[in-house]
T-cell receptor, first 116, second 115 residues
Framework: AQTVTQSQPEMSVQEAETVTLSCTYD???????LFWYKQPPSRQMILVIR??????QNATENRFSVNFQKAAKSFSLKISDSQLGDAAMYFC?????????????FGTGTSLTVIP | ETGVTQTPRHLVMGMTNKKSLKCEQH?????MYWYKQSAKKPLELMFV???????ENNSVPSRFSPECPNSSHLFLHLHTLQPEDSALYLC??????????????FGPGTRLTVL
């Protein structure tokens, strides 16, 4: 099974500042998909951003962008102009392009606190 | 209602009880999933259904029994659980299981406590 590692259990950022959450993964495959999900306190998990491994261009979604380094197997999430509503658990996930069961492998999450 | 809904949101049960968790998706998706979320551990995929057929069972103990009567509804039947089964149980759905249909949409979860 693939392993996804989020080495920062907790992070904090000042409102309006930028923060980067790290994620690394272990795979021998060349074709896969990577995801960042956000889980606010007591609310459901929502997709933040999706990256296709065969695309060199980093995915962006408004204030959220990723730094995808395929050779390093690194997939970090940058949040710009942080807002109070960004406070949540953030999970990185991996999916093999060859998996017919759509199995996601998740990291243990990073808890982000936004300081007003 | 929109998205993925789960009931109940909280459940406390004894080890000898039988209970069921319900999930309903209003997205027109064909695939549904059960996950177990425990503190400081990665989400654990339990079951996958695609077009009502179970396609994955990740070595889940038989005290957890899934049921998928149609593409919109998913149940998790629970019996003789153990205290270590206490966790947040998340349901998710996706358009399908193939690449390009893979984004999973999650429900709010059922917080289960086993006494």
């Amino acid at each position: 099974a693939q392993t996804v590692t989020q080495s920062q259990p907790e992070m904090s950022v000042q409102e309006a500042e930028t923060v980067t959450l790290s994620c690394t993964y272990d795979t021998s495959e060349s074709d896969y998909y990577l995801f960042w999900y956000k889980q606010p306190p007591s609310r459901q998990m929502i997709l933040v951003i999706r990256q296709e491994a065969y695309k060199q261009q980093n995915a962006t979604e408004n204030r959220f962008s990723v730094n995808f380094q395929k050779a390093a197997k690194s997939f970090s999430l940058k949040i710009s102009d942080s807002q109070l509503g960004d406070a949540a658990m953030y999970f990185c996930a991996y999916r093999s392009a060859w998996d017919t069961g759509n199995q996601f492998y998740f990291g243990t999450g990073t808890s982000l606190t936004v300081i007003p | 209602e929109t998205g993925v809904t789960q009931t109940p949101r909280h459940l406390v049960m004894g080890m000898t009880n039988k209970k069921s968790l319900k999930c309903e998706q209003h997205l027109g998706h064909n695939a549904m999933y059960w996950y177990k979320q425990s503190a400081k551990k990665p989400l654990e995929l339990m079951f996958v259904y695609n077009f009502k057929e179970q396609t994955e069972n990740n070595s889940v103990p038989s005290r957890f029994s899934p049921e998928c009567p149609n593409s919109s509804h998913l149940f998790l039947h629970l019996h003789t659980l153990q205290p270590e089964d206490s966790a947040l149980y998340l349901c998710a759905s996706s358009q399908g299981t193939a690449s390009g249909q893979d984004t999973q949409y999650f429900g709010p979860g059922t917080r289960l406590t086993v006494l």
